[in-house]
């Protein structure tokens, strides 16, 4: 999956870098070309405007200021919109998974949802013009070794409070 992500300011910048640290194809797009330089540096392609990038790219996140630019970036003559193809189109309905296990991480949380209500007391909670971000505790089980929350937990009576993943590590499966 090829990735495209307009918008290197603070937190921009910081996701950015961690898809090119979790290898995933990167091209980017921001004004500030000392921004899209230090990105290139660690790897990333660097496209020439929101239309290339979509061109070039299955599945964009943006990381923008205002409404307002993310309109422009969006609707402009070389903007998203124009350089979305129908492949482009197609590809985003089969990212969801990949994105959900990714996601988990890049946020550092033991599972993602998008969507629907909070399956917990909401500890945490940001909204803007965008979105609401609402953190709650996980399902399941905290594993002792990774901290992730699991629902199925290692049956190893010598590890009775890792999760799955980590009994495999430590029994070396
Ligand atoms: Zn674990």
Redesign the pocket.
Known sequence: MKIGFIGLGNVGGKLAKSLLRNNFDLTVRDLDESLTDTLKDLGAKVAKSPKELAEQTDLIITSLPSPEVSAEVMEADDGIINGLSKNSIDADLAISTRWFKFGRDLFLVSSLQIGGEPWAEVLVSEHNDLASIEIAKARGFK?E??W?YEIEMSKNKQHPN??K??EKVVLGI
């Open positions: 594993c070794r990774c992730h890792i999760c993943r980590c």
